[in-house]
């Protein structure tokens, strides 16, 4: 990725749908729900199933995991500059589900400078 800051959620799908750790995927299956609100408002689910991953613009009936954050914060993960287990501490991010796909899914997605 180059030095350009993501700013919209198109964007942000591609890189998420093409960065990830093909070996840590494997780890976990599950659905999850974010919840993106602001100026860039949407619900993107992310499903990996058996190491596949799918990642797009909708709503999910049944996710094993929902997150809730505002698009700055969002932005700030696929940039690299915090994570979400930051943004959750910092009270920034709602979470509600399976923590350990959770924190699979963000091994899974670690940012690669």
């Not at 093909?22 to 949407?42: R, Y």
């Not at 909708?58 to 700055?72: A, F, L, R, S, Y």
């Amino acid at each position: 990725m180059n030095n350009e800051k993501v700013k919209d959620v198109d964007a942000a799908i591609r890189i998420m749908s093409e960065a990830y750790d093909k070996e840590s995927i494997k780890s976990w299956e599950g659905v999850i729900q974010l919840i993106i609100t602001g100026q860039e408002e949407c619900r993107i689910s992310i499903i990996n199933k058996s190491g596949n991953i799918g990642i797009k613009k909708t709503k999910n009936k049944n996710p094993d995991v929902i997150i809730q954050m505002e698009d700055k914060d969002f932005f700030s993960i696929v940039n690299g500059e915090k994570t979400g287990t930051q943004l959750f501490y910092e009270k920034k991010a709602d979470v509600d589900g399976n923590f350990e796909i959770l924190f699979k899914f963000e091994q899974a997605f670690a940012h690669k400078q």
